[in-house]
C-alpha cells in the first residue's frame, strides 16, 4: 500500500482554470504538508496542518488554499492557474513527536498552458 | 535568517568512486539536520538524519556528521554505484512545534559504470 498518495500525478490545464490535488496517507500521522519544487528542483513549503488545523502558512498567493477534512486527507485547491504555478507539488506527512521525518508522495506535475 | 546551502550540481563520478556532497546551514537556534534523497520520477526519501551537534547519521553507506563549529552536514559515500544517481536535499528544521523542513537547492548526481 502506498503511504501516501498524490492524484492525479500529471495535470496539464489552461491558464485561468481552478484545479485541485488530492493528498492521502496512511501512515497515522497527525501533520500534512504541501510543498511546491519548481523547474529548479528549489523546494519550498506552502502550508501544514496539524489534525486538521492549519499551522503552516507560507507567504503564497490566496489563490491556493488547502483543505484538510480529516487527518488523513489534505487537498489543494488552486483559483485562476497562472503559467507561473507550473510546477510539481509534493504532498508529506509526518508526526511531529518524530524529530520531524517526513514522508513524502510521488507528486503532481502541473502544467498551465 | 535561517537557510541551507549545498553545492553546485551536477556532480558526475565513476561507479566506486569516493562521494562528498557539502551542506551549511544558518539557523537562528539548535536545528536537527537531514539529507532526503529524490530518484528520478519519484518523491523524496528520507536518507539520514542528526539531532544534535557531533551526531552522525548513516544509511545505505552514506554518512553525515552535525558540524556545530562549522555549521555544516557534508554527505560521504565511500564507493557510488549507478543506482545512487538522483537528487539529493540538504534540510533543517528548526521547529518541533510545525515540523516546518528549510532545504538546499539540491544536487544532482550522476554515477556512471
Known amino acids: 500500500d502506498t503511504a501516501v498518495s498524490q492524484t492525479p500525478k500529471y495535470l496539464v490545464t489552461q491558464m485561468g482554470n481552478d484545479k485541485s490535488i488530492k493528498c492521502e496517507q496512511n501512515?497515522?500521522?497527525?501533520?500534512m504538508y504541501w510543498y511546491k519544487q519548481d523547474s529548479k528542483k528549489f523546494l519550498k513549503i506552502m502550508f501544514s496542518?496539524?489534525?486538521?488545523?492549519?499551522?503552516i502558512n507560507e507567504t503564497v498567493p490566496n489563490r491556493f488554499s488547502p483543505k484538510s477534512p480529516d487527518k488523513a486527507h489534505l487537498n489543494l485547491h488552486i483559483n485562476s492557474l497562472e503559467l507561473g504555478d507550473s510546477a510539481v507539488y509534493f504532498c508529506?506527512?509526518?508526526?511531529?513527536?518524530?524529530?520531524?521525518?517526513?514522508?513524502f508522495g510521488a507528486g503532481t506535475r502541473l502544467s498551465v498552458l | 535568517g535561517n537557510s541551507v546551502t549545498q553545492m553546485e550540481g551536477p556532480v558526475t563520478l565513476s561507479e566506486e568512486a569516493f562521494l562528498t556532497i557539502n551542506c551549511t546551514y544558518t539557523?537562528?537556534?539548535?536545528?536537527?539536520l537531514f539529507w532526503y534523497v529524490q530518484y528520478p520520477g519519484e518523491g523524496l526519501q528520507l536518507l539520514l538524519k542528526?539531532?544534535?551537534?557531533?551526531d552522525k547519521g548513516s544509511n545505505k553507506g552514506f554518512e553525515a556528521t552535525y558540524r556545530k563549529e562549522t555549521t555544516s552536514f557534508h554527505l560521504e559515500k565511500g564507493s557510488v554505484q549507478v543506482s545512487d544517481s538522483a537528487v539529493y536535499f540538504c534540510?533543517?528544521?528548526?521547529?518541533?512545534?510545525?515540523?516546518?523542513?528549510?532545504f538546499g537547492q539540491g544536487t544532482t548526481l550522476q554515477v556512471k559504470p
Open positions: 508529506a506527512s509526518g508526526s511531529l513527536d518524530s524529530k520531524n521525518i517526513q514522508y
Open positions: 501512515l497515522g500521522h497527525d501533520t
Open positions: 496542518y496539524n489534525n486538521k488545523e492549519l499551522i
Open positions: 539557523a537562528t537556534g539548535y536545528p536537527s
Open positions: 542528526a539531532t544534535k551537534a557531533d
Open positions: 534540510a533543517l528544521s528548526l521547529s518541533s512545534n510545525t515540523g516546518k523542513l528549510i
